[in-house]
């Protein structure tokens, strides 16, 4: 046993020191008959972004049942890719043959074995290895996306692109969008996720601001068709659409239900859209209307007139005062044949309705 373990450190030392992009592997003594009773393992490694390819150019150990003696392993992170033993293929013997073994990463592991006895000399083993690159862009699977948009293989590695208008994220996977900063000062509009009804993109944090004049106040209505990525036990935890209004938020949205009419009272809403770095929905798009400042409805004044009468009024809305015939309209120390009334920003009317009174009795004072 002791021998055993200065062979396996004085061969570890040799080679594990760097990864190579090829090299070559041979049993003790190659070849000359190998030793007995010898345990070797090489690890072998070549740079990341590339699978490590074996091919045996020679092969001669001792035959056994099941190559339980002597016999060559070829292992990739403690998964077998092959046993052999013997010279030629038999039944319960495999040799490697003039096929190439090739890892999944960039490690693999050879051991080397022989038992006590070896009857005839046989000359071992000598073997190739080689760094080739692997094609991280076909090698993905559908389920986890290695690239957003677009995935490029090169020797040794890949990089991911984005389409045109897009952004990579430095998550160098993803492709944001740049959309802040959208500004609505139309007393009506809309707006919807980017490329709505198509998926919106990844990782991004678009804002959209509508800031109208104040006295209006902003209503917004989320169209049916909405899709933002939602968990079915936590609230939003992924991508989600917040509505803040005066500073405040109204509301945080996600799932397939779309929130429908969403009353502010504010003039200045800001709706902002988060995403993570996963996922393909469909977004959301909405319209937004505004209404003034209701002021309170208005009683004519007896014997007077006021133009239009409207069942509600509201911010900018104007009110003509007059009075019948015979009649003026009395405004402190003033007689006026009219007078207007404003509805203002904050919902009151500009001044009180004045009182008609007699001219007669005007003139008689
Ligand atoms: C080879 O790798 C295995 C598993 O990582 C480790 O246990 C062993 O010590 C390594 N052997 C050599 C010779 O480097
Ligand atoms: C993205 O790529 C840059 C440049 O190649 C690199 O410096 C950076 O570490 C990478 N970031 C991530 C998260 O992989």
Known sequence: M????????????????????YGTVRSPNFPEAYPRDTELRWNISVPRGYHVQLYFTHFDLEPSYLCEYDFVKVEVEEVVLGLFCGREESDTEQVPGMGALSSSNNLLSLL???????QENHAGFLAHYAAVDVDECQERSDEEQLCDHFCHNFIGGYYCSCRYGYLLHTDNRTCRVECSGGVYRQRSGGFSSVDHPLPYPKSSDCSYSIQV??????????????????????????????????????????????????????????VNFHTDDSGDNLGWSLTYTTTGSQCPVLLSPANGLLNPIQSEYSFRDHVLVTCLPGYKLRKGEEYLDHYQLDCQKDGSWSSDVPQCQKTGAGRSQ
């Open 213 to 270: 004049e104040e006295g209006l106040v902003v209503e917004l209505l989320f169209n049916p068709t909405f899709d933002v990525e939602d968990h079915p036990d936590l609230p939003c935890p992924y991508d989600y659409v917040q509505v803040i209004a005066g500073g405040k938020e109204l509301g945080r949205y996600c799932g397939g239900r779309s929130p429908g009419r969403v009353v502010t009272k504010s003039h200045l809403v800001l």
């Open 112 to 118: 080397f074995h022989s038992d006590f006895s070896d």
């Open 2 to 21: 002791r021998m055993l373990f200065v062979v396996m450190a004085t061969v570890a030392a040799h080679l594990s020191s760097a990864s190579e992009m």
